[in-house]
């Protein structure tokens, strides 16, 4: 039977519960995500402060 952890964000057996090694890989995935929201946060911001050119922004890429 899992059951969730964590406000929703896993869920887990009863021995993953108890396991003070999935917890801390649980807490360690959490800090990670929200260290990725905040670099994304800090980027959004940042893209829409940013000075243009007098031309626009032209985003060039190797890429098609």
């Known amino acids: 039977?899992?059951?969730p952890m964590?406000?929703?964000a896993f869920m887990v057996n009863d021995t993953a519960a108890n396991d003070p090694a999935c917890q801390q890989a649980m807490a360690s995935y959490?800090?990670?995500l929200e260290r990725e929201r905040q670099q994304r946060?800090?980027?959004a911001k940042?893209?829409?402060t940013r000075p243009t050119?007098?031309?626009g922004t032209w985003n060039i890429s190797?890429?098609?």
């Open 1 to 3: 039977m899992l059951k």
């Open 6 to 8: 964590h406000n929703g």
């Open 30 to 32: 959490l800090k990670q």
């Open 41 to 43: 946060a800090w980027f």
């Open 46 to 48: 940042w893209n829409a």
């Open 53 to 55: 050119g007098t031309y």
């Open 62 to 64: 190797d890429r098609d």
